[in-house]
């Protein structure tokens, strides 16, 4: 690697790995345990609580793959590359 920018490119990388797993595991019981076992459609509904303006809809895995992926990246990607950076810092033990 080349430059720190490198390394929090690396650490990103991981993290998104780590969020597309939860994903992956969660997709995966979906289809095997819910529409295995029990069918219904391949189309998902995402409404705002008490306002119709903010909900859509996405219809099969991938699309709702790509959503549930979004809204974790969104939601967890930064605090986890701050925390897997400051950890490396410290394995290093350096100062910042």
């Keep these: ?38 069918g219904g459609v391949n189309y998902y509904d995402f409404n705002a609580p008490n306002n119709k303006k903010n909900s859509f809809h996405v219809m099969g895995m991938q699309q709702l793959t790509g ?16 925390l897997k950076s400051r950890e490396l810092v410290a394995k290093l033990k350096l100062e910042i």
């Design 67 to 82: 959503v549930l992926n979004t809204m974790l990246y969104n939601a967890h990607l930064e605090s986890m590359v701050e």
């Design 1 to 38: 690697m080349k430059d720190t920018n490198a390394i929090e490119n690396a650490i990103r990388s991981k993290c998104k790995q780590e969020l597309n797993s939860v994903v992956n595991n969660f997709i995966n019981e979906l289809e095997t345990k819910v529409r295995g076992e029990y």
